[in-house]
Every structure is written in C-alpha cells, then in structure tokens.
C-alpha cells in the first residue's frame, strides 16, 4: 500500500524508539518527569514562548487553549473551514461552551477587515469576543503556508482590540521550512501555539502546547480536569525531543515529493490540482472524471493507493518520511493510467 492518507501515519523512527525505551522518567503529574521538562523547555524555547506543555493530541491542545482562554458565553472568531471548527467534534461548544463565530478564508488566509468586522463592540446584546483562531499551515486550504506578515496584519488587528490570537501549528514547522522563516517569525504574532510531534515529524504521541507563563499554569489544570495529567509520560517526550531536534529540516522532502505528486497527476486530462502545494498536501479536483470521491478513492484503493475525500469531488493526498521517491513515482503511473 502506498499510503498518502495523512503525516499522522509516521511510525516512530529507529532512533526514537531507543530513545523511548532508554527515557529518564519520573511521575510529570508532580512536575518530575525529566523528558518531558526538557521537551517542555526546548519546545518554549523554539517557539519564543515563555512556557510549554505536552498535551497528547493535536486536537486537546487546541481545546485545552480554547478552555483556558474562554469562558461560557463568550464567542470565538475562526474561518469556516478551521480545523478546530471543522474537524474537532464541537468540543469548542461541548467543552468551552463558546460559540463559532466563521469567516470565510480564501486559501486559509483570513481578510484582515473581514476579521475587524466580526469582532463585537461592547454592547449588552452582545457575546464577547474572547479569541482569535489562526491555522498555519491551512489544512482545508490545502497546506497552505501563511506568510508571517499576513499574521501579522491579523495580529495587529486583534491587538487594537486587545484578543488573544491562538494558532493551531499542528503543522506549522511545515510552513516554516516552505517559507524558509525561523519559526519566532510567525509565533510572535500568536499569543498561544499549538503543534503537532506526531504528525510530519514522526513523535507517536503528543503535541505541544506553548504560550504566556501564567496560561500554561492554568492550561496545565485543564489538562488534569480533562484526564490529560499522564505519570511517566517522558517515555513519548524522548521521542518528541528527537522530533524537535532531528526531524524538522527533513519536512523539505515531503514538500518536494508532494510536488512530484502534484506535477505527475496534473497530466490526467481528467484531474486538476487543486492547490498551490505549497508543502505536504496536494488537493485533486476529480469533478472531470464524473466520480463522487468515495468512488475514486475505491478506485485508489484497488491500486493499493490510500488517500481521503475532501468533499464530494475533492481528494486529498498527504506526503510523509515514510514514503520513498519510488513510491510517489509509482502512485503517479498507477493513477495516470485510471480510465474513467
Ligand atoms: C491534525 C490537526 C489537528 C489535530 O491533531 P490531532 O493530534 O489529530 O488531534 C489540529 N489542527 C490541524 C490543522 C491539524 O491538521
């Protein structure tokens, strides 16, 4: 099978796994876990933040910010297609108890005035408006890379009105590495970050929430009350250390083969690239061949492909260190060959 489902299939290297079984540990509920205070400290560091903790999904991290963010009744700014909207099974609404307040984005970016506009004056009638959501890079908007002065200006924004800004990275090394910016360029317009160890960096576990020193003190009791407080978790920080330390240049190589991909199925006369490609994800546009995407994904199937639907006719493949140039070139022969 060649599997372009997700970054998130990575199996744990050779050198992470040693490093798992050999993990100095203690219990991290105490705030003993040497592993992962040493995770908690690098990844701070890396991303200009004062604090850091280690959250076991991309997801809890996420709502872990939206928790300590928010209150009841508040409303969040995001785009319509956000993950944390998207993708997150109302945990914003179920959790936080805040309501989504959608913006249309156009490739993941997000209108500065559309975002001015959506933010509540003080009225009586009205929710808050307690945070600002940002996805960098954008999943729905096809991996897009956000530059930094497009954050920016959104930052700026949120300043004059004094809302935290929170971006969910979970695959913001991607951006940083297309983009060729230090990962502080784009933190430093976010107030807390979220990113992912177990997606193209290949950790098995856990991602990493950062920002403000008194927010992760308080992200750290909503980790405890939603069950996320782990003992000797420094067994998955070892691995998350060499994702942080090892892993990331490499990210150019997914991004290279997700242009080989892309450059290959645009010869079908019946397919279209979707997107810009500007890292590990290539959306398809199947809407020529006459297939629902489930179809086509059969179709993929019986090739011993592995892709997902992104809508009734969009496909979405996804590049990662466990595929080789072989692979890629094979997965583009087997499907340049589909008659529809
Ligand atoms: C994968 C992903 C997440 C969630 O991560 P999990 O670890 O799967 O919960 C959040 N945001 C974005 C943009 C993602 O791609």
Redesign the pocket.
């Given at each position: 099978m060649i599997d372009l489902r997700?970054d998130?299939i990575t199996k744990p290297t050779k050198a992470m796994r040693e490093a798992m079984y050999n993990a100095e540990v203690g219990d991290d509920v105490y705030g003993e876990d040497p592993s992962i205070n040493k995770l908690e400290k690098l990844a701070a560091q890396m991303l200009g933040k004062e604090a850091a903790l280690f959250v076991t999904?991309?997801?809890?991290?996420?709502q872990i910010a939206v928790l300590t963010h928010c209150r009841p009744g508040d409303e969040i700014i995001l785009d319509e297609d956000?993950?944390?909207f998207f993708?997150?099974g109302g945990a914003i609404s179920a959790f936080a108890g805040v309501q989504p307040r959608t913006i249309k984005s156009e490739n993941g970016l997000l209108c500065p005035d559309k975002l001015k506009e959506a933010i509540r004056s003080d009225d009586i009638h009205f929710p808050d408006t307690s945070l600002i959501c940002l996805?960098n890079?954008?999943?729905r908007g096809g991996g897009a890379a956000i530059p930094p002065s497009h954050m920016e200006k959104l930052f700026t924004v949120a300043n004059e009105h004094n809302i935290p800004v929170h971006l969910?990275g979970?695959?913001l090394f991607n951006a940083a590495v297309a983009l060729n910016e230090p990962l502080t360029e784009f933190t430093k317009y976010t107030t807390t970050v979220?990113i992912?160890l177990?997606?193209g960096l290949g950790a098995p576990v856990g991602?990493i929430l950062a920002g403000p020193k008194d927010f992760i003190q308080k992200a750290r009791k909503w980790r405890k009350r939603l069950g996320g407080g782990l003992r000797q978790v420094g067994i998955l920080g070892a691995a998350g250390l060499i994702a942080l330390n090892d892993m990331v240049d490499r990210l150019a190589e997914d991004h290279e083969s997700a242009k080989a991909l892309a450059k290959g199925l645009d010869k079908h006369p019946q397919l279209s690239i979707a997107n810009n490609v500007d890292t590990n994800i290539v959306l398809i546009d199947i809407s020529k061949t006459g297939k629902h995407s489930t179809e086509f994904i059969d179709m993929l199937k019986k090739a011993e492909i592995l892709a997902v639907p992104f809508g009734p006719s969009t496909v979405r493949f996804t590049t990662h260190y466990d595929l080789n140039k072989q692979q890629i070139e094979d997965a583009v022969q087997k499907i340049l060959s589909f008659e529809f």
């Open positions: 997700s998130t999904s991309g997801t809890q991290g996420n956000a993950h944390i993708y997150e996805e890079t954008h999943n969910d979970a695959r979220q992912c177990s997606k991602s």
